[in-house]
């Protein structure tokens, strides 16, 4: 969500999957503060960094997406997050990390497919 969202809002100025995405880190982190302190208030730092720094330069990117590749870049971003779901509910079935350079090839599998 942070990677498909942040070049949405660079690309398209839509922001609603950042909010959403913000939403689900407010619940996670009040959590997770409760249980081990208000340092973890803190985790929203560099993840304001990394959302930011992918949506300013996501106006380099912005020829290269194309409505087919970011709707690739969407689909693979939800089988990524499916993957993190269902290792949560049944230990670590799927190694997600491995799976990260999905998110680049299918927005090369656009490129090449619309050419």
């Known amino acids: 969500m942070a990677i498909v969202g ?9 922001y609603t ?11 996670m982190v ?5 249980s081990m302190g208000r340092g973890a208030i803190f985790s929203a730092l560099p993840v304001a ?4 720094t992918i949506t300013i330069f ?3 990117i912005e020829p290269f997406m194309t ?3 970011l709707s690739n870049l969407s689909l693979a ?14 230990g ?8 990260l350079p999905s998110v680049i090839i299918a927005v090369l599998w656009a490129l090449v497919r619309g050419a």
């Open 30 to 34: 009040c959590a997770m503060t409760a």
């Open 6 to 14: 942040s070049i949405q809002d660079g690309i398209l100025g839509d």
């Open 17 to 27: 999957t950042l909010t959403i995405k913000g939403a689900l880190d407010f619940i």
């Open 92 to 99: 670590k079935i799927f190694k997600t990390a491995n799976l």
């Open 49 to 52: 960094v990394f959302q930011g």
């Open 77 to 90: 971003g939800s089988m990524l997050i499916f993957c993190a779901g269902v290792n949560l509910i049944w």
């Open 58 to 60: 996501a106006r380099f």
């Open 67 to 69: 409505e087919w590749a």
